[in-house]
């Protein structure tokens, strides 16, 4: 499903994907890219990553 929304966004000119999440590791695995680490919606932390299409 990860590789189908990146097909899409390319498709639509997007040139990069952000992923906010706390797992660690996973989305290393498809090529993303840790970014940094910001405040999500409640305030908590989160780990941002980067995927450029």
Not at 12 to 39: A, P, R, V
Not at 41 to 52: A, C, L, Q, T, W
Request: aromatic share 16%; charged share 25%.
């Amino acid at each position: 499903m990860l590789r189908y929304a990146e097909i899409l966004a390319k498709t639509d000119g997007i040139q990069c994907t952000y992923i906010s999440t706390n797992d660690n590791g996973l989305y290393e695995k498809y090529g993303y890219k840790f970014l940094k680490i910001m405040q999500d919606v409640n305030g908590e932390d989160s780990r941002v990553y980067v995927k450029y299409l």
